[in-house]
């Protein structure tokens, strides 16, 4: 399965971006789909996750910011970004959640100035 993020950009703190993660394949068939944040520097981490009949779970960091949706027809997994933060800065990765990952590919950046 390939996985491509994008969407990122340069936006000031206080803004808000829209991240999109298309699929090769159906993502019905992968089930939970998560968007992962790597800051500069450190271990990329997990923000968001969306089950397959989208229910949501998110890291302290973002709750309440963030919101995760997903188009089963389109392949497609959604990150809405607001109220962005400076350390919310790094690249944006979308996966499955689990052991088994898919390969990881390029991420979108995201670059939050102050």
């Known amino acids: 399965v390939q996985l491509q993020a994008s969407g990122g950009g340069l936006v000031q703190a206080g803004g808000s971006l829209r991240l999109s993660c298309t699929a090769s394949?159906?993502?019905?068939?992968?089930?939970?789909m998560a968007w992962y944040h790597q800051a500069p520097g450190k271990e990329r981490e997990l923000v968001a996750t969306i089950t397959a009949v989208g229910n949501t779970n998110f890291a302290d960091s973002v709750k309440g910011r963030f919101t995760i949706s997903r188009d089963n027809a389109k392949n497609t997994v959604y990150l809405q970004m607001n109220s962005l933060k400076p350390e919310d800065t790094g690249v944006y990765y979308c996966n499955r959640v689990g052991p088994r990952k898919y390969d990881w590919g390029q991420g979108t950046l995201v670059t939050v100035s102050s």
């Open positions: 394949r159906s993502i019905l068939s992968i089930g939970v």
